[in-house]
């Protein structure tokens, strides 16, 4: 157990840097920093005051850092097994609130559930865990400890392979924590079943951040003949298939998530409807929207679902990634049909909504297309949004309809 006494260090803050901490943002830049009372070490709990010495909460302290000291919590509360059974509890509530019949979720997500710097997947019966920051991981003990009362799982690994661990100045860490462990692990994705390989998949194994909009979509597809881009294991594809869909054409750079999502879609008897390529997307719009000079593109498509990785990881790659955004709606509406659906969803947190419609009308101008907006999707609900923390509002989507 950890003590927040006023004995443990305090974190004095410069003035002015208060009001975002006061409207809940966890996270305290180095340079926010006015001083502290004495030394505090790397992931020890500090107290953090305002220059006027108001006390504002307690948190992680990492020197090592970008982010000084992330907040947990706006009261003097210990840091113990109880805590973390508290927020992460209070975590699995919201879930079950808000997808109460879903049995594969994220059970925490860092700031969103006020546990920055943690991530726990669940995948059936399997947990997934991922620490980026230092406080968190020097406490993992405890946390698995926590997991293992509430969730009982049969085995819970690690997976903090991001890349933003060396910012904490944390190594990678991937491996078996707790129970023994698995083969690839079947888990249900709105009735649909899905394997995964979670020792070596994509983030801790799958998207989970689309569930509702896999089911949203489709809904879309009845009848139709389907363009599934940026396609990985095939959820929004499959999704449309088994909605009605007359066929569903499947693309994705990794030949791996090919192979993977043409053994699910035959798992679940989808495959008669499908058809899968491993190719660059960006290649492949190139080859299929060529055409001759005074010669159009053929339409050949109801419905084209985008869905790419982010192109951007910083502010300073936006123009590269709204030209990257520009060029796949401009050749996907070139290959839709009048009537048609494009689905389209931007997961980069540094190209918000409003950037990304315009960025589509630019090239719906540009393909001489008129788009009617007919639905408007965010993360699925186990990513929760705290609109004060706006880092944890990250991926946003539209339909549109061809009008002309």
Known sequence: MESSSPTIPTV???PGEADRIVAGHPWIYAGSV???THAAADGALVQVKDHRQRFLGVGFYNSK???AVRIIGPERVPINEAFFEDRIRAALAVRKKHLPGASSFRVVNA???FLSGLIVDKYEDVLVLQTSALGMDQRKEMIVAVLQKIFSPRCILERSDAAYRKFEGLPEANGLLAGAMPGPVNIKLNGLVFQLDLASGHKTGMYLDQQANYEAVARLCSGAQVLDCFSFLGGFGLHAA????THV???DQSADAIAASTRIANANN???KCSFEAVNVFDWFKANTAVKPHEKVVPRFDVVILDPPSFTRTRAAIPDAMRGYKEIHLRALKLLKTGGTLATFCCSHHVDAAMFQAVIQDAA????RTLRRVAIYSQSPDHPVIPGIPETEYLKGFAFEVVK
Do not use: V
């Open 34 to 36: 006015l001083r502290l």
């Open 270 to 272: 989808l495959a008669a």
């Open 12 to 14: 004095l803050l410069r």
């Open 249 to 251: 054409h499947l693309l």
């Open 111 to 113: 700031e969103s559930d």
């Open 365 to 368: 101008t540009d393909a001489r």
């Open 65 to 67: 850092s970008k982010i």
């Open 242 to 245: 088994r909605a009605g869909a």
